[in-house]
T-cell receptor
Framework: DAGVIQSPRHEVTEMGQEVTLRCKPI?????LFWYRQTMMRGLELLIY????????DSGMPEDRFSAKMPNASFSTLKIQPSEPRDSAVYFC?????????????FGQGTRLTVV | QQQVKQSPQSLIVQKGGISIINCAYE??????FPWYQQFPGKGPALLIA?????SEKKEGRFTISFNKSAKQFSLHIMDSQPGDSATYFC????????????FGKGTKLTVNP
């Protein structure tokens, strides 16, 4: 497996524009997590899914953020409208439930810059 | 509410020295404590993990020490090397439950040659 795949790797957008980040988890993994990383706040959990169902979205900062997982192999995180304070690295991670040692596999991240 | 507190924020060590990073947690339901290593431009990757039924786990130069009563755990890197320079995150979760990992804020380790 190629691991968790995120796209794009880099995104530069203007304030007010819609941004969509994409994630393909590892096949067979039934948990998917979206994290945001900044210098000030570290790794923040935004939302996570189990078997494509959103379980906890309490970390989503505002209504401008939304996430979907239409099937087991694809998830999106959308920001509309984007603001400069949304600039961060966004990571997607997946986990196979029930493993002896629950390892979260992270993608390479999407570096978002909102100008 | 920060459930996992990590210190120090940054650490500089000479090659061959010992690097020590500490974490403290609040939720006594946590039963899985991993450490993740992140290199610039990459996502975090699992380095080593421990469960609360043991007080220490060692893998090569990396050791986790766990103190259940104090709700603390630490990462020790022996014989630190320049290639160990990275950001290290401690984390905690409840196994068999949500699998949700709660991360500390990270420690940027620099190992000077």
């Amino acid at each position: 497996d190629a691991g968790v795949i995120q796209s794009p790797r880099h995104e530069v957008t203007e304030m007010g524009q819609e941004v969509t980040l994409r994630c393909k988890p590892i096949s067979g993994h039934d948990y998917l997590f979206w994290y945001r990383q900044t210098m000030m706040r570290g790794l923040e959990l935004l939302i996570y899914f189990n078997n494509n169902v959103p379980i906890d979205d309490s970390g989503m900062p505002e209504d401008r953020f939304s996430a979907k997982m239409p099937n087991a192999s694809f998830s999106t995180l959308k920001i509309q409208p984007s603001e400069p304070r949304d600039s961060a690295v966004y990571f997607c991670a997946s986990i196979e439930h029930g493993g002896a040692n629950t390892e979260a596999f992270f993608g390479q991240g999407t570096r978002l810059t909102v100008v | 509410q920060q459930q996992v507190k990590q210190s120090p924020q940054s650490l500089i060590v000479q090659k061959g020295g010992i690097s020590i990073i500490n974490c403290a947690y609040e939720n006594t339901a946590f039963d899985y404590f991993p450490w993740y290593q992140q290199f610039p431009g990459k996502g975090p990757a699992l380095l080593i993990a421990i469960r609360p039924d043991v007080s220490e786990k060692k893998e090569g130069r990396f050791t986790i020490s766990f103190n259940k009563s104090a709700k603390q755990f630490s990462l020790h890197i022996m014989d630190s090397q320049p290639g160990d320079s990275a950001t290290y995150f401690c984390a905690a979760s409840i196994q068999g439950g949500s699998e949700k990992l709660v991360f500390g804020k990270g420690t940027k380790l620099t190992v000077n040659p």
